[in-house]
Each structure stands twice: as C-alpha cells, then as structure tokens.
C-alpha cells in the first residue's frame, strides 16, 4: 500500500533561518508530488508540484523553494524564512485520481 | 474558469440533523469531485466521491448530490454527530492537467 510521510510535524524557526522540510512517499513510483499551504482557519494554497525528477511548477511568488532529488522524495526549503511563512505545510502526491496528503508541519517562524 | 466555489465557509448543526455543504464551478473539463475531510492539526483525508455521469452517491450518512446542468454539487451528512466537526473540502479533477481545484473550505461544528 502506498504511504506518505511528513516531517517534521511541528517546527519553531526564527526569522532569517534557513528551512527544509521533506516529504517521501512509498509504496508507488512517478507520482505527481504537491505542496500546500493553509494559514489558520483558512483554505489549501497551492506552493509548488512536480510530475518528475527535477520538474518543479510554481503557483506562487514567495520566499520559498521547491526540489525533486529523487522520484518520491519532495523538499521544501527556504533561505531565509519570514515571519508570513508561518501556517501548516502540506505534502501530498497522486497518481491519477485524487490526493494523499501527508500529515502537515505545523511551522511557526517567530 | 479553474475556481470552484465552496458555501458556506462555516456551519452549526445541533446533534443528529443534516449538515448541508455546497460547491460550484464552471469548468466544464472537470471529470471527478472528492470531499475531503480535515481534523484540526491532520492532513486532509478523502472522504467521497463522484464521476460527473452519476447524480447521488451514498456512502453510510454520507451523500453526494451532483447536479451536472447546473454546474453543482453538495455533501450532506445525515444525522450530523459531533465526531463529524471538522474542515471540509470539496475539489474537482481536470484530467487535462490532472490537477485538483479546491474550494475554499466549510467549517463544520456539530453541537452535542
């Protein structure tokens, strides 16, 4: 069965530090990889997601970035993180239909 | 054209009466609609779904209503109960792009 992992699971960064969050999934191969973010009580915001090794698409301009080192592993980074980079980060992948998502990162930037 | 549109953003329903959640949207290229359902601090989890040829689909207290002609589609939970508290998402699947729209996100509280 296909799974997919987050982490960490919560996160406290300090404004100007650098930010890596992984996700991996097992269980399936060329998946369609996805990052979300949802601010409190909010919607899904699409960052980042990538078909393949390598192919990144970017919905919004930010602070952030995305890569794609190996087929089932999707990392979110940034260089130097701001205090609206806070909210709950989500992974999630497909293959044809419908979403996975992974068990979020609760990062707060203080 | 990719928007789909979630009412209302937040519902109170007393214990064992019916939760009602509504999308809509416009493209007609979407081929398949999810709801999916998020506990505070979870990730969001599939809940249901329907293909645009079917116009209900029922899984336990939970029912897809599909209206094709007119471009919308609801989630009712019948004997709404307080484990049913949570966020929920409707979305739909452009095959073009195998992508999925989200709707902006019901939250739901059922009072015990």
């Known amino acids: 069965s296909q799974t997919i992992h987050q982490w960490p699971a919560t996160l406290v960064q300090p404004v100007g530090s650098p930010l890596s969050l992984e996700c991996t999934v097992e269980?399936?191969?060329?998946?369609?990889l996805y990052w979300y973010r949802q601010a409190a009580g909010r919607g899904l915001q699409l960052l980042f997601y990538s078909v393949g090794i390598g192919q990144i698409s970017s919905e919004v301009p930010q602070n952030l970035s995305a890569s794609r080192p190996q087929d089932r592993q999707f990392i979110l980074s940034s260089k130097k993180l701001l205090l609206s980079d806070s909210g709950f980060y989500l992974c999630?992948?497909?293959?044809?239909?419908?979403?996975?998502f992974g068990s979020g990162t609760r990062l707060t930037v203080v | 054209q990719q928007q789909v549109k979630q009412s209302p953003q937040s519902l109170i329903v007393q214990k064992g009466g019916i939760s009602i959640i509504n999308c809509a949207y416009e493209n007609t290229a979407f081929d398949y609609f999810p709801w999916y359902q998020q506990f505070p601090g979870k990730g969001p989890a599939l809940l249901i779904a329907i293909r645009p040829d079917v116009s209900e689909k029922k899984e336990g207290r939970f029912t897809i209503s599909f209206n094709k002609s007119a471009k919308q589609f609801s989630l009712h939970i019948m004997d709404s109960q307080p484990g049913d508290s949570a966020t929920y998402f409707c979305a739909a699947h452009n095959n073009a792009g195998n992508m999925l729209t989200f709707g902006g996100g019901t939250r739901l509280m059922v009072k015990p």
């Open positions: 999630a992948w497909s293959r044809r239909l419908g979403y996975t």
């Open positions: 269980g399936t191969s060329n998946p369609n």
